[in-house]
């Protein structure tokens, strides 16, 4: 059973920084391409960014270039999203996802983490 746990969700104001985490069991990790994803109330979920298997190739929503970054750690078989100079309208519940290969889009994507929340005040 593939799991997908997500951490590292909180309050924090508006130009402070986040780390999420999240931790892949039940799936070969190191050739699993991975995806965060964002929900904020009434919204759609949207791409924010994504990794390949390697590390070697990511991808980033142009809302969030320059501020997210987006890394792996095969070893501890976690994907993590470093967020910088947050703002208030990156406030959403943020998903893990991953899938078989790098992908900006939703579909594609197998297995789904809970989600961690992400409030930035003003």
């Known amino acids: 059973q593939v799991q997908l746990v997500e951490s590292g969700g909180g309050l924090v104001q508006a130009g402070g920084s986040l780390r999420l985490s999240c931790v892949v069991s039940?799936?070969?990790?190191?050739?699993?391409?991975m995806g965060w994803f964002r929900q904020a109330p009434g919204k759609e979920r949207e791409f924010v960014a994504a990794?390949?298997?390697?590390?070697?190739?990511?991808s980033r929503a142009d809302s969030v270039k320059g501020r997210f970054t987006i890394s792996r750690d095969n070893a501890k078989n976690t994907v993590y999203l470093q967020m910088n100079s947050l703002k208030p309208e990156d406030t959403a519940v943020y998903y893990c996802?991953?899938?078989?290969?790098?992908?900006?889009?939703?579909?594609?994507?197998?297995?789904w983490g809970q989600g961690t929340q992400v409030t930035v005040s003003s």
């Open positions: 990794i390949s298997w390697s590390g070697g190739i990511t």
């Open positions: 039940g799936r070969t990790f190191s050739n699993t391409a």
């Open positions: 996802a991953a899938g078989d290969k790098l992908r900006s889009y939703e579909v594609g994507y197998e297995y």
